[in-house]
């Protein structure tokens, strides 16, 4: 790999129902990755079914019409490769990896497993227990379920964001298998899906695999695309505390609406939130509230991006004793980057930051394949690299302060704790 | 991609080249031949507290300093303490690499080891082991560990004893330091894209100016096991774990690559480090797991410098009783040792080997590491060899080594019995839009 993936060296198929296909040789390698997604989140579940597009995801590789459970676990394991279904809120993804020699029996699995579900009541169930076993552990979890509390305050009862994929204990249990086969027949299909080939394989031949498995798959009933529900930013401080017994740390989240893919000031955001809570020993928020008060064992701040309006938030396990200084502080830095500009100094680090770690991003075949696809789905366009360089200096300290001022705001976010019971 | 070139400078670091050019990326690490196995008792820990303590500046590169610097080119870096060994590495754009060399060959002697940053790092430790506490398996392990090695090394944990994480000084740390700290106790491997002799004529000029030494390495060869051992421990957790250590032979031996495809058809292939895959279709997974005596089952092979172990993990499913999950297992391994092996089993796991081994050389950050690995533990050729090995083993090697090493007199046993509900560790799963 010595250029960047470009509109050059990838190839690009939509075959004729839509699906897109993005191939990228790499010969350096010996292994093939083949991941990508469709349009089946949980954004197309109602609220008192929370956990459907997750559980229909799983229940895919649990038996097809043609291939028990144990015959799906065999085809993979007796080539030593993988491969999982998952749910996220807009889509269902779907990732695998194998020696490249071996890339048809990938793509065949793939093909029958989003198209040819079985749904078998025993190993449905099984599987149902273990998402069950999976929600009581993080029931005891700070960390999630301040998580939880903060998206719950972030977002209405009407926004898909407010809940979790995963479900909970109360709907996991009532969703039906006939639940499973309807969400699957309503919404895997052809329309939004991509797929990503990274390996050593030849362009032509992954095209031709993929073709042979996927161009005659229709489906007729997939509804357009769900629009997200306006949401506001938050116009007072809310707060939201969970507590939990026999626990030594407290998690701490606090924050806002970040931007979505989509905004023009996204990248913006990005850089200053690396500058507050990322670069060197997680940026301005680990130095202060983690090394000079050693107050936390960790501290940093995340900004996700997405297909909407995901979180700009930070995040800090603490002692319980120290919570409300640990708090102050953090707020200290939100305040402190949107009153004034980030140092030319701060700026320089954070642009040769991006800029510098795209040859480790790219050195794998799996991280290839995750950015043809988010080049796809976010229509970044494939020669989005080409520019990116370009597009990270010719932003300014004034860019970076005004994408902070537009999502925080150290007066109004949403403060959410979970940990112990204190004075 | 090209062959290992070895050198070794005068003053006796050991230094391995590869050159990869798929990426413009260059992996730089320096590991010592210094770690858990080396440490007597009173200095348990010791080479695990070195490690935190080299990142904690020298005069010439201040705390937090190198962070920012690496962040700034795009880089990583960290290190890892093992039982045979201490590795600091820092994979970063190849035009960058300087900076790394700099790095290790500034702190190979000149760590400050500042009163104020060794006891504060000492709190640091002690909250990290405690951290290890609340999972049961530490516990566990820890136990099995000193029952299976008397007298050897590995016998305790490689962060260490609290008595000695309590009482070791500033002074026996940085004499631990300076001791085995040395190049004739380093092995520098450079996997990426450079040219050789450019690379070389630079470390030459990074590392060829340290001074050499005398030092001794501790360690003391364990007597042989006579009879099965078996621990147990009760502790606060939720879940009942078993965990049966075998005493195996050492990652140079011939024996260790039929043992790995005893694993593989056992409790499936264990990954190198590059991804993997499942277990499903593994003997034990079959007996344990789809019976639903147990929660999950999984094995594990170590390569090390000096015997050591193979373990099998099971963690119990609540109406299961440990008799039960002891009996399937105990049968399992019997059948092994009895000789009902296939050789297409012996065929598969060769095929998984084959794909694991492909996905661990992916990046040079891997490559780097598993041949700086191999050249402590045998030789660098055994990583480069791996796959050819492996390929020689025939079914009555898998066949002699099952029924070798797998003997009830062979293992110890350890049992983790909760008393209360406790954590357990969780995947964070919170989803992004």
């Not at chain 1, 071996?102 to 793939?110: A, E, K, R, T, W």
Request: hydrophobic fraction near 40%; charged fraction near 20%; charge should be negative.
């Amino acid at each position: 790999m010595t250029s960047l993936p470009n509109a050059a060296n990838i190839t690009r198929e939509v075959l004729d129902n839509g699906i897109i296909v993005l191939v990228y040789e790499n010969f350096a390698t010996q292994s093939v990755v083949l991941s990508g997604s469709l349009g089946a989140g949980s954004l197309y579940e109602q609220s008192d079914k929370s956990g459907l597009a997750a559980m229909t995801a799983n229940a895919l590789m649990r038996g097809t019409q043609s291939r028990d459970f144990n015959a799906i676990a065999t085809m993979l394991e007796d080539i030593g490769a993988d491969l999982d279904v998952s749910a996220g809120v807009h889509r269902a993804g779907f990732g695998g990896k194998a020696l490249a020699e071996d890339l048809p029996v990938l793509i065949d699995l793939l093909a029958d497993v989003l198209r040819q579900p079985a749904f078998p009541t025993a190993p449905v169930e099984r599987m149902r227990g273990e998402m069950l076993t999976g929600l009581q552990i993080r029931s005891q979890d700070t960390r999630y379920r301040a998580r939880r509390a903060f998206h719950q305050q972030l977002y209405p009862e009407t926004h898909p964001y407010h809940y979790s994929v995963s479900g909970s204990l109360e709907t996991v249990p009532t969703i039906t298998i006939d639940e499973l086969q309807a969400f699957h027949g309503a919404h895997y299909g052809p329309e939004m899906m991509v797929i990503a080939i990274v390996g050593a394989v030849k362009a032509s031949d992954a095209i031709a695999q993929a073709r042979a498995a996927f161009e005659d798959w229709h489906n007729l009933h997939q509804p357009p695309t769900r629009t997200l529900p306006q949401v506001e930013q938050p116009a007072e401080i809310r707060r939201a505390f969970v507590p939990l017994a026999g626990k030594t740390q407290s998690d701490i989240v606090i924050g806002s609406l970040g931007p979505s893919r989509f905004e023009p000031d996204y990248m913006a955001a990005m850089l200053v939130n690396c500058v507050l809570g990322q670069f060197g020993m997680s940026g301005r928020i680990g130095e202060t509230v983690r090394e000079d008060l050693g107050l936390a064992y960790y501290a940093y701040s995340s900004l996700d991006g997405g297909m909407g309006p995901t979180p700009w938030r930070a995040i800090a396990g603490v002692n319980p004793a120290n919570i409300q200084l640990a708090t102050e502080r953090i707020i200290d830095e939100i305040r402190r980057i949107t009153n004034e500009p980030v140092s030319d100094e701060d700026l320089a680090n954070v642009q040769s930051f991006f800029v510098g770690k795209l040859p480790l991003q790219l050195e794998s075949n799996e991280g290839i394949a995750g950015t043809m696809l988010n080049m796809e789905i976010y229509g970044l366009g494939l020669d989005y690299l080409l520019t990116y360089r370009e597009r990270i200096h010719a932003l300014s300290k004034e860019d970076l302060l005004g994408a902070a001022r537009h999502y925080l705001n150290p007066d109004a976010y949403v403060l959410s704790i979970s940990g112990p019971e204190t004075d | 991609m090209s062959a290992v070139t070895k050198h070794v400078l005068k003053n006796g670091m050991v230094v391995l080249l590869k050159e990869v050019h798929n990426a413009p990326l260059i992996s730089w690490w320096v590991m010592y031949r210094i770690g858990s196995r080396n440490e007597p008792t009173g200095m348990t820990g010791a080479s695990h507290w070195v490690e935190h303590m080299l990142f904690k500046g020298t005069e010439k590169f201040p705390p937090g300093y190198l962070d920012h610097e690496i962040d700034r080119r795009g880089g990583s870096w960290n290190a890892q303490t093992s039982f045979d060994y201490t590795a600091y590495y820092e994979t970063l754009p190849a035009e960058h690499i300087d900076l790394a060399l700099e790095i290790e060959a500034d702190r190979m002697v000149n760590a400050q080891f500042d009163l104020e940053e060794f006891e504060s790092e000492r709190t640091v430790i002690i909250s990290e082991r405690q951290g290890s506490e609340n999972s049961p398996l530490f516990w566990l392990g820890e136990e099995v560990q000193a029952a299976a090695f008397r007298v050897h090394g590995y016998h305790h944990e490689i962060i260490g004893d609290v008595a000695d994480l309590e009482t070791m000084t500033r002074d026996q740390l940085y004499n631990h330091y300076r001791q085995h700290y040395l190049p004739n106790n380093a092995i520098a491997v450079a996997v990426g894209d450079f040219d050789s002799a450019d690379m070389l004529a630079k470390i030459e000029a990074h590392y060829g100016a340290i001074h050499g030494g005398e030092f001794a390495l501790f360690a003391r060869q364990e007597p042989p096991q006579n009879g099965e051992r078996r621990v147990t421990v009760a502790r606060p957790g939720s879940a009942r774990f078993l965990h049966y250590a075998f005493r195996v032979p050492a990652a140079h031996e011939e024996d260790f690559f039929a043992l790995e495809i005893v694993n593989s058809i056992l409790c499936g292939p264990s990954g190198m480090g590059g991804g993997g895959t499942d277990n499903k279709t593994s003997r034990l997974y079959k007996t344990l797991v789809e019976t639903e005596l147990t929660a999950s089952i999984y094995g594990d092979t170590t390569p090390t410098i000096d015997p050591f172990l193979y373990t099998i993990t099971a963690t119990l499913r609540e109406e299961s009783t440990l008799e039960a999950v002891e009996s399937a297992l105990g049968r399992e391994i019997e059948r092994m040792r009895a000789g009902d092996i296939t050789e297409a089993e012996v065929t598969r796991a060769k095929k998984q080997a084959r794909a694991l081994f492909a996905y661990s050389t992916e990046r040079v950050t891997s490559q780097a590491f598993w041949l700086a690995w191999a050249e402590l533990f045998a030789d660098y050729g055994w990583f480069e060899s791996y796959l050819d090995r492996l390929n020689n083993v025939q079914l009555e090697d898998v066949k002699r080594v099952a029924a070798t090493y797998l003997r009830p007199e062979n293992r110890t046993v350890g049992i983790f019995l909760p008393t209360q509900p406790g954590d357990d560790e969780i995947e964070d799963d919170e989803a992004s839009a």
